[in-house]
């Protein structure tokens, strides 16, 4: 991996090593225009200091960084075991970091991966970072990068991403076709990332499709954890009159379980229920919840042998994986 060096940004600042190395760890006198210049070449060259030395020296760090939203979603504990088990078979370490969907700490991440001279990343993003970024890692810094969930078109990196629009069409289309529902309420993330807004098309393509106008009283937006999950549903079963609830991830279906539970609603009898996704949750209610079949453990899989092969093989040109979504029916929905 081609990582800018401290003599390379001197060369562009015009000084000594010595005086980019001061400036770096601010120790010593540097006068103001010195330090002007040495920003720009840090700039210009991206340039990242390396807090391993031995790393540095050697070019690798056996240790790939794993980025995720959020360490308590299943589907992202999930990748990360699986990615884990699958990189240690090849003498890799794992880093772990959290983002909790905040750009501005993303950001600081990847960052920080790069000055750590990692061989490898692996991040799942649900904020817009910018291409130029990423681009940097890829094209500047030369580290295999594997996004998952969201594309980044501009940007020449491994992508794994699933059938979102697919998955939620099929899923409401159920309700509609085999249950005969009409007023499907649903509750989805805010739609500040494109995995939200093709919940929500494929939501609204299945009504389209079968002649059901869309009522956007129906549909909550809200951040992602149970308590929404929760709060929403009493609210569409107060004032809504749904004959179905369709939550657009786990976190919200257990919020929503509960209220089902404290309300007194009996699903399916009462109302049919479905989740987009599948956990081992899943199968500790009764009845059984309809959801799609789980891709978390693929995910993971995936993300670590395409980083791997990046590194071992040098492969350079980027590869996009689409993960099928298939129907795994439960009895929520008022199936038997």
């Known amino acids: 991996?081609?990582?800018?060096?401290l003599n390379e940004v001197a060369k562009e600042a015009g000084c000594s090593a010595n005086t980019v190395s001061r400036y770096i760890n601010k120790k010593g006198y540097i006068s103001m225009d010195a330090a002007e210049k040495i920003q720009k070449a840090i700039e210009k060259l991206n340039y990242y200091p390396s807090i391993n030395a031995r790393a540095m020296k050697k070019y690798s760090s056996n240790i790939i960084s794993v980025i995720i939203p959020s360490i308590k979603n299943d589907f992202y504990v999930e990748i990360i075991r699986e990615a884990e088990n699958k990189l240690k078979e090849y003498g890799y370490n794992v880093m772990i970091f959290?983002?909790?969907?905040d750009a501005d700490k993303e950001k600081y991440i990847l960052e920080l991966s790069i000055s750590h001279r990692v061989d490898g990343i692996i991040m799942?993003?649900?904020?817009?970072?910018?291409?130029?970024l990423l681009n940097t890692i890829t094209n500047i810094n030369r580290i295999p990068l594997v996004l998952m969930e969201i594309l980044h078109?501009?940007?020449d990196c491994d992508y794994i991403y699933m059938q979102n629009e697919y998955g939620a069409m099929i899923l409401t289309e159920h309700l509609i076709k085999i249950h005969d529902k009409k007023r499907i309420g649903l509750i989805l993330p805010l739609l500040e990332n494109n995995v939200s807004i093709q919940r929500f098309e494929g939501y609204k393509k299945a009504l389209e499709k079968?002649?059901?106008?869309?009522?956007?009283n129906l549909v909550v937006f809200c951040e992602i954890n149970k308590a929404n999950g929760y709060k929403h549903t009493v609210e569409l079963l107060k004032d809504k009159n749904p004959d179905?609830?369709?939550t657009s991830n786990t976190i919200f279906g257990t919020g929503a379980i509960k209220a089902f539970d404290e309300m007194k609603v009996k699903y399916?009898?009462?109302?049919s229920f479905v989740t987009f996704d599948e956990y081992d949750i899943n199968t500790l209610f009764h009845p059984y919840i309809t959801s799609l079949h789980r891709v978390d453990?693929?995910?993971?899989?995936?993300?670590a042998d395409l980083v791997i092969e990046q590194i071992l093989k040098k492969r350079n040109n980027p590869k996009k994986i689409e993960i099928d979504l298939s129907l795994n029916i439960g009895e929520s929905c008022g199936c038997k």
Do not use: C, H, Q
């Open 124 to 132: 799942s993003s649900i904020s817009n970072l910018s291409d130029k």
């Open 244 to 246: 179905a609830i369709f």
């Open 268 to 271: 399916p009898k009462d109302i």
């Open 210 to 216: 079968n002649g059901i106008k869309y009522d956007d």
């Open 297 to 303: 453990k693929k995910f993971g899989i995936l993300a």
């Open 98 to 101: 959290e983002t909790r969907s």
């Open 1 to 5: 991996m081609a990582f800018t060096t």
């Open 153 to 155: 078109e501009g940007v």
